[in-house]
């Protein structure tokens, strides 16, 4: 299963991180894994084409630090994280979200 944890601070996404693997199919054929890799690959390419205001660890887990909120960056995320989700709410058994404060 894919695990996707968003930990927030004051109510803004500071941190991502994406673990584990769909295990939807075998490797090669995983749409699950594949649709995952495509939403975070192009929200992370586009929010660097305008600035860096996120930092990004590309292994496995996959984690996006934000180091500078604005509202492109921020808009962005938001976005991405609502398209994990609606795919969650296609393939229960693949991928989670779960959002968790930072103190």
Not at 25 to 40: F, H, L, P, R, T
Not at 61 to 90: A, G
């Given at each position: 299963?894919?695990?996707?944890?968003?930990?927030?601070?004051?109510?803004?996404?500071?941190?991502?991180?994406?673990?584990?693997?769909?295990?939807?199919?075998?490797?090669?054929?995983?749409?699950?894994?594949?649709?995952?890799?495509?939403?975070?690959?192009?929200?992370?390419?586009?929010?660097?084409?305008?600035?860096?205001?996120?930092?990004?660890?590309?292994?496995?887990?996959v984690?996006?630090?934000?180091?500078?909120?604005?509202?492109?960056?921020?808009?962005?995320?938001?976005?991405?994280?609502d398209?994990?989700?609606?795919?969650?709410?296609?393939?229960?058994?693949?991928?989670?979200?779960?959002?968790?404060?930072?103190?």
């Amino acid at each position: 299963m894919i695990q996707v944890q968003i930990y927030k601070e004051k109510g803004q996404m500071n941190r991502i991180l994406i673990k584990g693997h769909a295990e939807y199919a075998e490797k090669g054929y995983d749409i699950v894994c594949s649709a995952v890799s495509s939403i975070v690959t192009t929200t992370v390419n586009n929010i660097l084409s305008f600035h860096q205001s996120i930092e990004v660890k590309d292994e496995n887990p996959v984690e996006i630090k934000v180091i500078e909120h604005d509202s492109i960056t921020d808009t962005l995320l938001n976005n991405m994280i609502d398209l994990l989700k609606e795919l969650e709410n296609q393939y229960q058994k693949n991928i989670r979200t779960e959002e968790k404060s930072e103190c």
